[in-house]
């Protein structure tokens, strides 16, 4: 084993020392690339056969120091240790400049690649705070030479016992002695744990927690590794990936542009100090910048180029001469250059990080430099900047002489020489001014009456002029009107007054307006004129005396409100300057970054909270969102469980982190966690999923296989308690006590209606509950009831009406019997007479043809309905049936088979629990012996039976083609409506009704989008008196007239492609149109036509299409469809009158008029006989 240690720190071997494979670690990332295949350090360039599996390489000479050992427990005795190789780092074999050869090791989550083969390469592991782990230390392993001896020598042993089959080898002497002399294999190491840098500087800690996977990305909380491509913050130094600050960079871009609002700045915000930075970030690049996509170099720092730093400092002249580094430069350790004080007398040379390049030094010597008024020198010791104002006291006098003082250098102004006239006491005849004092000069003008009033000013040698001489003044006061001109005695001395015109004065004052006063001499007086002055607001003007210069304007009481440019506020200022301006920007509706006025510059703080939750917007308050908050935090920012950290500082408002661990709260249910993820406080965790057994809210049951995260379960039963009232019970399903239906009413009565049975009548009480009140009985009961005729075939419902004071006021409401009555009752006779069974079988079918044509829609549920049906009828004791709630078209067929059976049926309840109830009355006997099954199949037999009967058309007769009856519009315009085509062709409809017969035109869409104006003769007796006959061929001549007038209008407006004349049968069906053949109604000149590509059964009538007269609302075809279905609906609803009495004399009279009116209507009645015929056989034929 010594001998074999050598050979592992520098053998050549594949599998030799502590190279081999690179292994697999979880949780750290290294990529490597060595000079040669051999080598103990990847990072060192060995020279080596990099292809070469077995190469030899150059060993040092010098010996390699003995591996350090570790006390490992070994297996057999527990707290025992041993000592066990340990493999160099990094730094060690690369200094002594070992090899091998050995794969570099590869970790999960990164790739490593190594062309070296040395198992001590150096290694990256990143260990996280939240659990990551390193790899597996590399054991020592011996030298494959080594290993093979040694099994040489325990496989071929001469002294080994002899093999006896069946029977443990024993081992020999030498084998145990060898097994003795191998150490016990030692359990693997831990995986080390890389703590964060402690370095001094910020550059080594960078580099550091980079190398150890210490450092995270401020934004992504993902470690940052050597092979990341990086970003780095100027003023912070934070580094983080690449990517991630691009995309922090474009939503803060993003979201600014969506924001848009004033005093913006511009940049956008670190991730980590929340700076204003403006370099966007572009490319990865090494510390210094020099350069671009670099790849890690081994043996340097991360994100390194090996490159002088070479950044300039600030405050020094000297780049940074250290390698490519992050964060910031290291004070400069140079000496400065020789820097002079700042009065220039000394020089004094320091170390650059001493050196004050900003401020400069100062030698403290007296300055001496001359001051501005250089007479005088600075007394200040050695200073930066100019020296300043000279403050020296100099005696000084005024230029007028009458004021002598003492006053700083600086404040004298300049040096006039002025006379002494004898004004300074001084001898001397001149003397020199330097202020102006505030006295009036005083000196004497040559006349020897007048002085001078003038201001402190400089004195001359000669007396001045009079300026009150006769020679001086030429022209009255007012300047108008020469002396000479004037009447008046010339002047003679400048004593004598001067004369004055009668001209008025008309100078301009100092308020702007005119001297009204006659010329006169001195001042002018005061002006009283008035004046408009207007208000500030330009609105209110007012007449006001004359200010004299000084205008001070009104305010008015007109408030403003203009809103200002945050828009948030109004102005709400009294008599506002800036109104007008404002009203003319609105008019003019400028954009937002409009510039508002500067009366409209709202000055209170913004104060809105911030997207942080905790600060304030302290900006002037604004349009738009405020931006992000300016503060960080600089305290750590953790998950819910600790174990995710963010590290300061951090934009204000930060979340904590997104935890990749499981949450470790326990459940209050005392279930088992289901695994989630760890997440805030404010986020509650999964629901509990396990069922259990829980009684209901109302107590009644206990409910199995319930949720345990639901508390509130309900069973769904009717509660059942008695309410207040003490009458009714509560209605409402499972819920907690206290809840019941009653409880937010007052009094002691509840909101159901009472239900009691009435004294009066066996009606119920429809009013609300009255508890403990009785029954108001004096109202009439407004239950419905039926009368009857005597012999109860007819009935009409009346209301009960019954009060406590007439208990059956509806007993002397009865119908008469009509002419069907009487029918019916003579039938009933004639067959007692004739002892006609009423049982006997035959082909009569007791049914109406509505209802054997629901039944057929949809057979088995009538069969199960007419099941019940037929149970209520043989039951003599039921008196009245319900049915369930359910569509309209079951409640029709339910009351069309009860009208068959003789039985009162009426729809009540609102939808959707409208349902059908039905009621015994006199009228009902028994129930049809006949089946609807057997009457359909009754019907059938017949159809069949007389379709055969019916004799066969020859092939060769053609049936007579159908006169033409209406006018085809083939392809019209999209989105006519009926109105739209009746307005357009009003005025050819009518001028074709007045030349031909009485026609009445229906104008109708098919559903192949045409549309079809179909003529109808007017069968009136009026109207055939008065017109000719409306025959088949008088009709076709008028369309043929109409088809011309018809096609010019529709070219002319667009309203369609063509017009043909057609024939239309009752529903609407093309039967034929203009250049069909007679016998060609099928086949390809169906489809070319676009008739029915398949000619119906004869009698078969298809569904019509909604028609329309010209007199009814036009609209789309599916609006008339609804308007036709509710008009059908209004028509079969039955009123129902109060007072009945009247509603008999009512329907006897109709009666009598029905029967009047029978022969006026016959011709109209055959004609509807004739179409009944007609759809009979076609039902016949379609059964069949």
Same mark, same amino acid.
């Given at each position: 084993m010594a001998e074999a240690a050598p050979q592992a720190q520098g053998g050549s071997s594949r599998g030799g020392g502590s190279g081999g494979r690179g292994r697999?670690?979880?949780?750290?990332?290294?990529?490597?690339?060595?000079?040669? #295949? /051999? +080598?103990?350090?990847?990072?060192? =360039?060995?020279?080596?056969?990099?292809?070469?599996?077995? @190469? *030899?390489?150059t060993a040092p000479t010098q010996p390699a120091?003995?591996?350090?050992?570790?006390?490992?427990?070994?297996?057999?005795?527990?707290?025992?240790s041993i000592s066990r190789p340990v493999v160099p780092d990094a730094s060690n074999s690369h200094q002594d400049g070992q090899s091998g050869t050995g794969r570099g090791d590869r970790g999960r989550g990164g790739r490593g690649r190594g062309r070296g083969r040395g198992g001590a390469a150096q290694r990256s592991i990143v260990?996280?705070? #939240? /659990? +990551?782990?390193?790899?597996?230390? =590399?054991?020592?392993?011996?030298?494959?030479?080594?290993? @093979? *001896?040694?099994?040489?020598?325990?496989?071929?042993?001469?002294?080994?016992?002899?093999f006896v089959p069946g029977q443990p080898v024993a081992a020999s002497t030498s084998t145990q002695r060898a097994q003795e002399a191998r150490p016990p294999k030692s359990a693997s190491a831990p995986n080390p744990v890389m703590e964060k840098s402690t370095a001094e500087d910020l550059p080594t800690r960078i580099h550091e927690d980079i190398d150890n996977g210490q450092y995270e990305c401020v934004i992504c909380t993902s470690e940052v590794v050597r092979s990341s491509r990086v970003w780095s913050c100027t003023i912070c130094w934070t580094v983080a990936h690449l990517h991630c600050v691009k995309k922090?960079?474009?939503?803060?871009?993003?979201?600014?542009?969506?924001?848009?609002?004033?005093?913006?700045?511009?940049?956008?915000?670190?991730?980590?100090c929340n700076s204003n930075l403006l370099e966007d970030p572009t490319s990865y690049h090494c510390w210094c910048g020099k350069e671009f996509d670099l790849k890690p170099i081994p043996g340097l720092p991360p994100h390194t180029c090996g490159q002088t730093c070479s950044k300039s400092r600030a405050t020094c002249p000297h780049p940074c001469s250290l390698m490519c580094h992050a964060g910031p430069c290291p004070p400069c350790t140079l000496m400065g250059p020789t820097q002079t004080c700042f009065c220039g007398k000394n020089t004094v040379t320091k170390r650059c990080s001493e050196t004050d390049y900003t401020n400069g030094w100062s030698c403290q010597e007296v300055c001496g430099d001359y001051l501005p008024c250089g007479e005088?020198?600075?007394?200040?010791?050695?200073?930066?900047?100019?020296?300043?104002?000279?403050?020296?006291?100099?005696?000084?006098?005024c230029y007028c002489g009458k004021e002598q003082k003492e006053i700083p250098c600086n404040q004298r102004d300049d040096l006039l020489e002025s006379f002494n006239y004898g004004q300074v006491s001084d001898g001397e005849e001149w003397f020199e001014g330097s202020f102006q004092c505030s006295k009036v000069c005083g000196r004497n003008f040559d006349c020897g009456h007048h002085t001078c009033q003038k201001s402190c000013h400089p004195q001359d040698e000669e007396t001045a002029h009079c300026p009150f001489s006769p020679d001086m003044v030429l022209n009255c006061p007012c300047g108008k009107t020469p002396l000479a001109s004037l009447p008046a005695e010339p002047r003679t001395s400048c004593q004598d007054p001067v004369p004055r015109c009668d001209e008025p004065c008309d100078k301009v004052?100092?308020?702007?307006?005119?001297?009204?006063?006659?010329?006169?001499?001195?001042?002018c007086a005061p002006c009283f004129q008035s004046m408009d002055v207007s208000c500030r607001c330009d609105r209110v003007t007012g007449t006001s005396a004359c200010h004299l210069g000084h205008v001070e304007q009104p305010q008015c009481f007109r408030v403003c409100k203009a809103q200002l440019n945050c828009g948030r506020h109004e102005c709400g200022?009294?008599?506002?300057?800036?109104?007008?301006?404002?009203?003319?920007?609105?008019?003019?509706?400028?954009?937002?970054?409009e510039n508002y006025e500067s009366e409209h510059i709202c000055l209170q703080v913004c104060g809105r909270l911030l997207k942080c939750g905790k600060h304030t917007c302290q900006q002037l308050c604004h349009r738009g969102s405020c931006n992000a908050c300016p503060e960080a935090i600089f305290d750590e920012i953790s998950c819910s469980?600790?174990?995710?950290?963010?590290?300061?500082?951090?934009?204000?408002?930060?979340?904590?982190?997104?935890?990749?661990f499981d949450c470790r709260r326990a459940r209050p249910c005392g279930h088992p966690t289901v695994a989630h993820q760890c997440h805030p406080d404010d986020v509650a965790c999964p629901k509990c999923p396990f069922l259990v057994e829980r009684p209901c809210i109302c107590g009644k049951k206990v409910l199995k296989n319930q949720p345990c995260w639901f508390e509130d379960a309900r069973c769904g039963l009717p509660c059942g308690k008695k309410l207040k009232c003490g009458t009714h019970e509560c209605r409402k399903p499972c819920h907690k006590p206290g809840e019941c239906e009653d409880a937010e009413v007052a009094g002691p009565h509840c909101t159901q209606l009472c239900g009691k049975a009435r004294k009066s009548c066996d009606h119920t009480c429809v009013d609300e509950c009255h508890a403990p009140s009785p029954c108001n009985e004096d109202k009439p009961c407004q239950s419905m009831a039926f009368t009857t005729c005597p012999c109860q075939r007819k009935k009409t419902p009346i209301r009960c009406g019954a009060t406590r004071f007439n208990s059956d006021p509806a007993r002397h409401i009865t119908l008469k019997c009509d002419d069907e009555c009487l029918k019916l009752e003579r039938n009933q006779r004639l067959a007692e007479a004739l002892n006609v069974d009423p049982n006997h079988s035959d082909d009569h079918v007791p049914y109406a043809d509505k209802t054997l044509k629901m039944f057929r829609e949809n057979m088995a549920w009538a069969q199960s309905q007419e099941r019940e049906l037929r149970i209520f009828a043989a039951d003599p004791e039921a008196k009245r049936m319900r049915f369930k709630p359910m569509p309209s078209h079951q409640r029709a067929f339910l009351h069309s088979l009860a009208e068959d059976y003789g039985i009162d049926s009426e729809s009540q309840d609102p939808e959707p629990h409208r349902h059908v109830c039905l009621f015994k009355t006199p009228r009902f006997v028994s129930a049809p012996r006949k089946k609807l099954a057997q009457c359909l199949r009754a019907v059938k037999t017949a159809a069949t039976t007389a379709a055969a009967a019916k004799p066969a058309t020859p092939a060769n007769i053609q049936p007579s083609p159908h006169a033409f009856n209406g006018l085809l519009l083939t392809t019209p315009r999209f989105g006519l409506t009926v109105e739209e085509v009746d307005r357009v062709l009003a005025s050819d409809i009518a001028t074709a009704s007045r030349s031909g017969p009485a026609l009445s035109f229906t104008t109708s869409f098919l559903p192949l989008e045409d549309i079809v104006i179909k003529a109808i003769p007017n069968l009136t007796a009026a109207a055939i008196a008065t017109s000719m006959a409306p025959t088949p061929e008088n009709v076709e001549s008028i369309l043929k007239d109409l088809k011309s007038a018809v096609a010019k209008t529709s070219a002319k407006t667009g309203l369609a492609n063509g017009v043909v004349l057609c024939h239309a049968d009752s529903s609407l069906n093309i039967v034929r149109r203009e250049g069909d053949q007679a016998a060609a109604n099928d086949g390809w000149n169906a489809v070319a036509s676009k008739g029915p590509w398949r000619r119906a059964p004869s009698g078969k009538v298809a569904p019509p299409p909604v028609a329309s007269s010209s007199r009814a609302g036009g609209g789309f075809l599916a609006l008339r469809k609804l308007e036709l279905r509710k008009k059908k609906a209004e028509e079969e609803k039955k009123e129902v009158e109060e007072d009945w009495e009247a509603a008999a004399e009512k329907l006897d009279s109709g009666s009598s008029d029905k029967e009047n009116g029978a022969v006026n209507t016959s011709s109209e009645d055959e004609q509807q006989g004739h179409d009944s015929e007609k759809e009979q056989a076609s039902l016949a034929a379609a059964d069949a």
């Amino acid at each position: 084993m010594a001998e074999a240690a050598p050979q592992a720190q520098g053998g050549s071997s594949r599998g030799g020392g502590s190279g081999g494979r690179g292994r697999r670690g979880r949780g750290w990332r290294g990529r490597h690339r060595g000079g040669g #295949r /051999g +080598g103990s350090n990847a990072n060192a =360039s060995s020279s080596g056969n990099g292809n070469g599996e077995g @190469s *030899q390489t150059t060993a040092p000479t010098q010996p390699a120091p003995p591996p350090a050992t570790v006390p490992v427990p070994g297996p057999s005795q527990p707290g025992a240790s041993i000592s066990r190789p340990v493999v160099p780092d990094a730094s060690n074999s690369h200094q002594d400049g070992q090899s091998g050869t050995g794969r570099g090791d590869r970790g999960r989550g990164g790739r490593g690649r190594g062309r070296g083969r040395g198992g001590a390469a150096q290694r990256s592991i990143v260990t996280s705070h #939240r /659990g +990551g782990r390193g790899p597996p230390p =590399s054991a020592p392993r011996q030298a494959d030479s080594s290993s @093979s *001896q040694s099994q040489v020598r325990l496989g071929f042993n001469g002294g080994a016992a002899e093999f006896v089959p069946g029977q443990p080898v024993a081992a020999s002497t030498s084998t145990q002695r060898a097994q003795e002399a191998r150490p016990p294999k030692s359990a693997s190491a831990p995986n080390p744990v890389m703590e964060k840098s402690t370095a001094e500087d910020l550059p080594t800690r960078i580099h550091e927690d980079i190398d150890n996977g210490q450092y995270e990305c401020v934004i992504c909380t993902s470690e940052v590794v050597r092979s990341s491509r990086v970003w780095s913050c100027t003023i912070c130094w934070t580094v983080a990936h690449l990517h991630c600050v691009k995309k922090w960079h474009k939503n803060q871009i993003k979201q600014k542009e969506e924001n848009q609002g004033p005093n913006q700045p511009d940049g956008w915000r670190c991730p980590a100090c929340n700076s204003n930075l403006l370099e966007d970030p572009t490319s990865y690049h090494c510390w210094c910048g020099k350069e671009f996509d670099l790849k890690p170099i081994p043996g340097l720092p991360p994100h390194t180029c090996g490159q002088t730093c070479s950044k300039s400092r600030a405050t020094c002249p000297h780049p940074c001469s250290l390698m490519c580094h992050a964060g910031p430069c290291p004070p400069c350790t140079l000496m400065g250059p020789t820097q002079t004080c700042f009065c220039g007398k000394n020089t004094v040379t320091k170390r650059c990080s001493e050196t004050d390049y900003t401020n400069g030094w100062s030698c403290q010597e007296v300055c001496g430099d001359y001051l501005p008024c250089g007479e005088h020198t600075c007394s200040q010791p050695c200073h930066p900047g100019l020296c300043g104002a000279c403050d020296v006291p100099m005696p000084s006098t005024c230029y007028c002489g009458k004021e002598q003082k003492e006053i700083p250098c600086n404040q004298r102004d300049d040096l006039l020489e002025s006379f002494n006239y004898g004004q300074v006491s001084d001898g001397e005849e001149w003397f020199e001014g330097s202020f102006q004092c505030s006295k009036v000069c005083g000196r004497n003008f040559d006349c020897g009456h007048h002085t001078c009033q003038k201001s402190c000013h400089p004195q001359d040698e000669e007396t001045a002029h009079c300026p009150f001489s006769p020679d001086m003044v030429l022209n009255c006061p007012c300047g108008k009107t020469p002396l000479a001109s004037l009447p008046a005695e010339p002047r003679t001395s400048c004593q004598d007054p001067v004369p004055r015109c009668d001209e008025p004065c008309d100078k301009v004052l100092a308020c702007g307006h005119h001297c009204p006063d006659k010329c006169h001499t001195g001042a002018c007086a005061p002006c009283f004129q008035s004046m408009d002055v207007s208000c500030r607001c330009d609105r209110v003007t007012g007449t006001s005396a004359c200010h004299l210069g000084h205008v001070e304007q009104p305010q008015c009481f007109r408030v403003c409100k203009a809103q200002l440019n945050c828009g948030r506020h109004e102005c709400g200022e009294r008599c506002c300057s800036g109104e007008k301006k404002a009203a003319e920007r609105r008019k003019q509706k400028r954009t937002v970054n409009e510039n508002y006025e500067s009366e409209h510059i709202c000055l209170q703080v913004c104060g809105r909270l911030l997207k942080c939750g905790k600060h304030t917007c302290q900006q002037l308050c604004h349009r738009g969102s405020c931006n992000a908050c300016p503060e960080a935090i600089f305290d750590e920012i953790s998950c819910s469980c600790g174990r995710t950290v963010l590290h300061p500082p951090q934009p204000c408002g930060t979340r904590p982190p997104e935890c990749r661990f499981d949450c470790r709260r326990a459940r209050p249910c005392g279930h088992p966690t289901v695994a989630h993820q760890c997440h805030p406080d404010d986020v509650a965790c999964p629901k509990c999923p396990f069922l259990v057994e829980r009684p209901c809210i109302c107590g009644k049951k206990v409910l199995k296989n319930q949720p345990c995260w639901f508390e509130d379960a309900r069973c769904g039963l009717p509660c059942g308690k008695k309410l207040k009232c003490g009458t009714h019970e509560c209605r409402k399903p499972c819920h907690k006590p206290g809840e019941c239906e009653d409880a937010e009413v007052a009094g002691p009565h509840c909101t159901q209606l009472c239900g009691k049975a009435r004294k009066s009548c066996d009606h119920t009480c429809v009013d609300e509950c009255h508890a403990p009140s009785p029954c108001n009985e004096d109202k009439p009961c407004q239950s419905m009831a039926f009368t009857t005729c005597p012999c109860q075939r007819k009935k009409t419902p009346i209301r009960c009406g019954a009060t406590r004071f007439n208990s059956d006021p509806a007993r002397h409401i009865t119908l008469k019997c009509d002419d069907e009555c009487l029918k019916l009752e003579r039938n009933q006779r004639l067959a007692e007479a004739l002892n006609v069974d009423p049982n006997h079988s035959d082909d009569h079918v007791p049914y109406a043809d509505k209802t054997l044509k629901m039944f057929r829609e949809n057979m088995a549920w009538a069969q199960s309905q007419e099941r019940e049906l037929r149970i209520f009828a043989a039951d003599p004791e039921a008196k009245r049936m319900r049915f369930k709630p359910m569509p309209s078209h079951q409640r029709a067929f339910l009351h069309s088979l009860a009208e068959d059976y003789g039985i009162d049926s009426e729809s009540q309840d609102p939808e959707p629990h409208r349902h059908v109830c039905l009621f015994k009355t006199p009228r009902f006997v028994s129930a049809p012996r006949k089946k609807l099954a057997q009457c359909l199949r009754a019907v059938k037999t017949a159809a069949t039976t007389a379709a055969a009967a019916k004799p066969a058309t020859p092939a060769n007769i053609q049936p007579s083609p159908h006169a033409f009856n209406g006018l085809l519009l083939t392809t019209p315009r999209f989105g006519l409506t009926v109105e739209e085509v009746d307005r357009v062709l009003a005025s050819d409809i009518a001028t074709a009704s007045r030349s031909g017969p009485a026609l009445s035109f229906t104008t109708s869409f098919l559903p192949l989008e045409d549309i079809v104006i179909k003529a109808i003769p007017n069968l009136t007796a009026a109207a055939i008196a008065t017109s000719m006959a409306p025959t088949p061929e008088n009709v076709e001549s008028i369309l043929k007239d109409l088809k011309s007038a018809v096609a010019k209008t529709s070219a002319k407006t667009g309203l369609a492609n063509g017009v043909v004349l057609c024939h239309a049968d009752s529903s609407l069906n093309i039967v034929r149109r203009e250049g069909d053949q007679a016998a060609a109604n099928d086949g390809w000149n169906a489809v070319a036509s676009k008739g029915p590509w398949r000619r119906a059964p004869s009698g078969k009538v298809a569904p019509p299409p909604v028609a329309s007269s010209s007199r009814a609302g036009g609209g789309f075809l599916a609006l008339r469809k609804l308007e036709l279905r509710k008009k059908k609906a209004e028509e079969e609803k039955k009123e129902v009158e109060e007072d009945w009495e009247a509603a008999a004399e009512k329907l006897d009279s109709g009666s009598s008029d029905k029967e009047n009116g029978a022969v006026n209507t016959s011709s109209e009645d055959e004609q509807q006989g004739h179409d009944s015929e007609k759809e009979q056989a076609s039902l016949a034929a379609a059964d069949a």
